[in-house]
């Protein structure tokens, strides 16, 4: 019995263990999260599921019965889908940002509730960048606007509407982008919840330039002009009533009044603009000042007839000083006596006496001229004969032309580059002294680039000493018979301004010969190897009435008709040029084109030219080495 008792006690303990084990699984299953029907997310009393920006809310999980959930045990994540609208933190706290939507997911172990939440707009403002715009046809311009709530938060992703007053005149796009159409005016608008904003948009016609009328060259000192402006579109209408405004580009010279009148103050370049819009254009002004009085040089002068020689006026103000770029204009008092050209250059036609004067503005000088009774003079013809690009110790080129010049009497030029590779003592010696310089005791030389590869051409002025002239310019003139011969050196500067500019200028106009010719090396004409570095030297010889010019440098034969300082032909006062530049260093360019006004052209051996210079004329000869037919000839009168 004892036995039977034991038994039925722990039988007693082992049920009511197992229902105490079915009442705490019972109170688990349904504590625990683990049906979504069953649960639900739920915003506290402060809030519910439409916020504005900036709320917050406290939010919890319960059960389908009403009852606040305290999962013992449990852990409770949440989480927001759309952060930008509203976050929620690890506690469960709400907080609205931006108008919209978010769907907040509560978690609990292997179970999970989702709710929506609203972020409703507030009472919104439109804020735009700018107020208005201006605008040609075929422009554009994006318009930005910013939506805030009451708190002046921006509310990000609001949707805007907008609209245009007049669609034919400006059209925008849903992102406002302003189009405009054509001219005339129209008002945009954005609206949003109820806010709405709006900007002007003017649309005016394509302006394509801006024409500034009355403006002169110069003006003297305390003048003053005035001056207008038109606007004009692309077609090229006028766009009347256009804001214009003027500006000066120095004050201090000049300056100019809105309604465009223009003050001369000082001497000067004056730049003047007007501008409507983004449309600008400038004009210039030379301000100068009045003449005071004209000097000329030289106040008298003794010619012969045939004669020729260059008068200077030099024009002063008021202060003294040197005005610069003036008009002079030269006349004679009698003509069948002497002449003057533009440039003050008096050619003696008959013998008597005349005055040449010169006038600017109200200013007036005068040179006495008297032109001599010609005395007879026996005419003399003298031979000039050379080339250029002549020594070399690689080949007999220039043996073969020196061959020519020992049957050829006469004075000896050479046009430069006389000797290769760098014109060193040594390279005459050796190179040059066999062949052409057996005639160096009759040779008048002008240097080329290769004798200054020898600093200051110490090679070439100590080979030819005195014969060269001054080393430290390489240039000098000599006559000849009836003729004046220049030699220049295209090595050195001569440009305006320049010491052998000033020289030549000088030279020519204490030497008025019937007959002049130039030589230096680089051809200011040439089918190649041509150089504008004796631009100013050609002028100069042109407004002398020079005859002839001769080059070297091309390796090749090349005349020229006369022509002038811009390269036309000027049968009456143009110069002729010879290129020579086949002395014996070799020949080339036989493929190349002629340049403009040529009449022969030969790159197919060596030669000398030959001229025969008579007191008023001339005759040229090419002379080809041996072996070769090709020859050029003819005359020419002095200017």
């Known amino acids: 019995m004892s036995t039977a008792g034991t038994g039925s006690l722990e039988w007693v303990d082992r049920l009511a263990t197992a229902v105490a084990l079915f009442w705490l699984i019972l109170f688990v299953a349904c504590s625990a999260p683990t049906d979504a029907d069953a649960w639900h997310i739920e915003p506290g009393p402060q809030g519910g599921r439409s916020i504005e920006p900036g709320d917050t809310v406290t939010l919890a999980l319960v059960s389908g019965m009403g009852s606040r959930s305290t999962l013992t045990g449990n852990r409770v994540a949440w989480t927001s889908s759309e952060k930008q609208v509203a976050t929620v933190s690890a506690d469960g706290v709400l907080t609205a940002v931006s108008p919209g939507r978010t769907q907040v997911t509560a978690s609990a172990d292997d179970a999970s509730v989702t709710d929506t939440f609203i972020v409703r707009a507030t009472q919104a403002t439109i804020h735009l960048d700018r ?5 040609v046809p075929g422009g554009e311009v994006q318009i930005v606007a910013t939506v805030t709530d009451r708190n002046g938060l921006t509310i990000v992703r609001a949707p805007l509407v907008w609209t245009s007053g007049d ?31 709006a900007l002007g948009v003017t649309i005016i016609p394509a302006p394509g330039v801006i024409e500034i009328s009355g403006v002169e060259d110069s003006m003297y000192v305390g003048d003053t002009l005035r001056v ?31 309604t465009g009148l223009i003050e ?17 254009r400038g004009a210039g002004i030379s301000i100068i000042r009045h003449v005071d009085r004209v000097a000329i040089t030289p106040t008298a002068l003794t010619l012969r007839v045939g004669d020729r020689i260059r008068i200077h006026a030099k024009l002063r103000d008021a202060a003294g000083t040197v005005l610069e770029g003036r008009t002079v204009v030269w006349s004679s008092d009698d003509s069948t006596i002497a002449t003057v050209n533009d440039n003050g250059r008096v050619t003696a036609f008959a013998p ?17 001229v008297t032109v001599a009774t010609p005395q007879p003079t026996p005419g003399t013809t003298v031979t000039l004969v050379g080339a250029g690009d002549i020594g070399t110790c690689l080949g007999d080129g220039d043996e073969r032309t020196a061959k020519l010049l020992d049957k050829i009497p006469g004075t000896v030029f050479v046009a430069g580059d006389n000797v290769y590779e760098d014109g060193t003592l040594k390279e005459f010696q050796r190179c040059y002294g066999p062949t052409w310089g057996r005639h160096k005791h009759r040779t008048r030389p002008a240097p080329g680039n290769h004798e200054y590869n020898t600093p200051g051409a110490a090679g070439y002025f100590d080979y030819f000493g005195a014969s060269a002239g001054d080393p430290s310019r390489g240039y000098y003139s000599y006559d ?16 305006p301004g320049s010491s052998q500019a000033r020289w030549l200028e000088d030279d020519l106009d204490r030497h008025p010969s019937a007959c002049t010719v130039a030589i230096w090396h680089h051809p200011l004409y040439s089918a190649e190897s041509s150089s504008p570095r004796m631009q100013t030297a050609w002028e100069l010889l042109l407004a002398h009435g020079a005859e002839l010019v001769i080059n070297g440098h091309a390796h090749s034969y090349q005349r020229y008709a006369p022509q002038d300082a811009a390269g036309r032909p000027d049968h009456d006062t143009g110069i002729r040029e010879f290129i020579v530049g086949t002395g014996g260093r070799g020949v080339g360019g036989a493929n190349r084109a002629p340049a403009a006004n040529n009449e022969a052209f030969y790159a197919g051996g060596l030669g000398v030219l030959k001229l025969t210079l008579h007191p008023t004329s001339y ?21």
């Open 167 to 197: 669609s034919s005149v400006a059209s925008v796009t849903e992102g406002g982008l302003i189009q405009a159409l054509r001219a005339g005016s129209s008002r945009i608008a954005a609206t949003s919840s109820g806010a709405s904003a």
């Open 228 to 258: 207008t402006a038109q606007v004009r579109d692309a077609a090229g209408a006028a766009v009347n009533g256009a804001p214009i405004s003027w500006t000066s580009g120095d004050t201090r010279i000049g300056s100019v009044s809105p």
């Open 131 to 135: 107020d208005s715009a201006t605008l």
């Open 352 to 368: 008597g006496h005349t005055r040449i004067l010169a006038v600017s503005e109200t200013e007036t000088a005068h040179a006495d």
């Open 264 to 280: 001369a103050r000082e001497a000067g370049h004056l730049l003047i603009r007007a501008q409507s819009g983004t449309l600008s």
């Open 619 to 639: 005759d040229w000869e090419f002379v080809p080495e041996p072996g070769q037919r090709f020859s050029d000839t003819g005359s020419g009168t002095c200017h």
């Open 480 to 495: 000849l018979g009836a003729w004046h011969v220049v030699m220049l050196n295209s090595s050195v500067p001569a440009r």
